[in-house]
C-alpha cells in the first residue's frame, strides 16, 4: 500500500469507531482531522464530501462482515452446518469485543430508515444481500433434507435477522447479562421448528396366521 492508502485506511478506521459511537450522520470532518492530526485540507484531499467518507466506512463495514461472518459460513457444508455457521458468526459479530459492542449496520437502520441518499441505498443493498444469503442457505438445507420441504425461506431470514436484533437490543440497550444465552436458546428453538420431521415407520403387519373356525362335525344322514 502507498502511504497514501495508509493513511486513507486509517482515516476510515477512525470514521468507523467514531460513527459507532456518534452514528455516521455524527461524523465531522474537523474532528477526524484532530483526531488524525491531519489538516481539513489534508482530509480533503482524501474525501472531498462528508458522504464520499460514509460511503467508504459503509463499504469497510460490508467488506469485515463478508470476511468475519459470511466467508466462514459459506466454507462449511450445505445445510443445517451452514445455517448454524452464519449464525454463530453474526452472534460473535454482535457480541463484539470491549466496548465495540452490537451489529454496525443495525446502529445505522435507526439513522437510514427514512433519510434518503446513496448512504441509505448502500446499507439497504446491503442488508438484502444478507437476507438473500440467509435464504439460499435455508433453501439449501432444504434440498439436503435437513430442513422441511414446506419450510418458508422469506420467513426464516425474517425469524433469524429478528433473533439478531432481539441480542442487540438486550445487549446494548436492555443491558441482560444473559442476552448471548437466550439468543443461542432462540435460534436452537427455531432449528427445531425448521428441522424435517421424519415419520415413524408403519408397523409391518403380524405374520401371525389368522386362527381357523374348528371344523364342524359332520350332519349325520337321515333315512326316511
Known amino acids: 500500500m502507498s502511504k497514501g492508502d495508509i493513511r486513507r485506511q486509517q482515516i476510515v478506521d477512525t470514521a468507523m ?7 455516521l450522520e455524527g461524523i465531522t470532518l474537523g474532528v477526524l482531522a ?8 489534508g482530509l480533503f484531499a482524501h474525501f ?20 468475519q461472518v459470511v466467508q466462514p459460513g459459506l466454507a462449511e457444508p450445505r445445510g443445517e452446518p451452514r445455517v448454524v455457521a452464519l449464525w454463530e458468526g453474526w452472534q460473535r459479530w454482535i457480541l463484539g469485543q470491549g466496548t465495540e459492542r452490537g451489529c454496525f449496520f443495525m446502529s445505522l437502520t435507526a439513522e437510514y430508515d427514512d433519510r434518503p441518499g446513496a448512504v441509505r441505498e448502500g446499507l439497504v ?5 444478507w437476507l438473500g444469503a440467509l435464504e439460499r442457505a435455508a ?3 432444504v434440498s439436503e433434507g435437513h430442513f422441511r420441504p414446506d419450510l418458508d425461506l422469506k420467513l426464516f431470514a425474517y425469524e433469524f435477522t429478528g433473533l439478531g436484533m432481539a441480542l442487540q437490543y438486550a445487549l446494548k440497550l436492555v443491558g441482560d447479562p444473559k442476552a448471548a444465552s437466550r439468543a443461542r436458546q432462540a435460534f436452537a428453538a427455531m432449528l427445531a421448528r425448521s428441522r424435517r420431521v421424519e415419520r415413524p415407520a408403519r408397523r409391518a403387519a403380524s405374520a401371525r396366521p389368522r386362527r381357523a373356525n374348528p371344523a364342524r362335525p359332520p350332519r349325520p344322514n337321515r333315512i326316511g
Open 17 to 23: 469507531r467514531e460513527a459507532s459511537n456518534l452514528g
Open 34 to 41: 484532530d483526531k488524525l492530526r491531519l489538516s481539513k485540507s
Open 48 to 67: 472531498e464530501s462528508k458522504e464520499q467518507l460514509q460511503l467508504a466506512v459503509l463499504e469497510e463495514a460490508i467488506q469485515r462482515f463478508i470476511a
Open 125 to 129: 443493498r446491503s442488508q438484502k444481500d
Open 139 to 141: 433453501g439449501q438445507a
